[in-house]
């Protein structure tokens, strides 16, 4: 099928448009873009910079993908942005390409980000994630997949959020935070596990139950983190799962482990 490109449109030279490509009144779509199959710009949309968006993605009106950096260490180049399938971006919705050349922002498939949100340079989204209104995204943070982002939730620069983990609204993430766990206010810590989010994608009372321990050695013990973690790899569960996610996660961590809750 044809691309579907409205007449007051702007498609720059160059710009890659898969089949059925549709590109809405006063749209724009810069020259070095790829748009995957099946993707839609809705009027006022744009895409720009040496982006590579993947099949049937949504852009409603507003939103700017593959805008340049903000990042004032820009010295030019040729950075980008890869994204995957399936992703919905909602309205006045910024995604940033990387910083340095050859670099590349990288958004997984299956997301849903809501208006206002901000992806930030070389950050690395997984897939199904959520980000609520106005969540915002600083430099190089790494988000796994299955996470929840609440609305306003803010996180620093190369903080990294573990799968299955969930940011509550209007908190401030500022060390990382681990799997599983729900971290809430300003700076966040760790309040619970993320139990409704766990059983809503399939995890066994099994799993939950890991989890709990899990929560309970890094949080409720009275561990150091290097304690807590020697008792995560010497646990009886220790060869499962959650436990070597979790403790392949914290081993990995360079800002520290978001605290518990006092």
Not at 44 to 67: D, K, M, Q
Not at 96 to 125: M, Q, W
Not at 137 to 146: F, R
């Amino acid at each position: 099928m044809a691309a579907k490109i409205h007449a007051t449109a702007i498609i720059e030279p160059g710009a890659q448009l898969g089949a059925g490509v549709e590109v809405g009144a006063y749209a724009y779509v810069g020259g070095a873009v790829t748009l995957g199959e099946g993707t839609r710009l809705h009027h006022h949309a744009s895409v720009e910079g040496n982006t590579v968006l993947g099949r049937s993605c949504e852009i409603f009106p507003y939103a700017c993908i593959g805008g340049k950096t903000q990042d004032l260490k820009f010295k030019g180049g040729n950075p980008g942005l890869r994204i995957g399938d399936r992703n919905v971006f909602r309205e006045y919705v910024t995604v940033h390409c990387a910083t340095n050349d050859g670099d590349v922002t990288r958004v997984g498939s299956d997301n849903v980000l809501l208006a206002t949100c901000h992806i930030a340079h070389d950050c690395v989204l997984g897939s199904h994630i959520i980000m609520s209104n106005g969540a915002v995204l600083a430099g190089h943070v790494h988000v796994s997949d299955h996470v929840v982002i609440g609305g306003y939730g803010g996180v620093h620069q190369f903080c990294r959020l573990g799968a299955y983990s969930m940011l509550s609204a209007t908190a401030k993430l500022v060390q990382d935070l681990p799997p599983f766990f729900i971290a809430d206010g300003t700076p966040a810590e760790v309040r619970a596990i993320n139990k409704v989010g766990l059983e809503r994608h399939g995890f066994s009372a099994d799993q939950i139950d890991r989890v709990k321990q899990l929560h309970r050695v890094l949080y409720r013990d009275g561990l150091n983190r290097t304690q807590a973690l020697e008792k995560i790899g010497a646990h009886a569960e220790a060869g499962s799962a959650e436990f070597k996610l979790v403790l392949e996660f914290a081993r990995g961590s360079e800002r520290g482990l978001a605290p518990g809750s006092r």
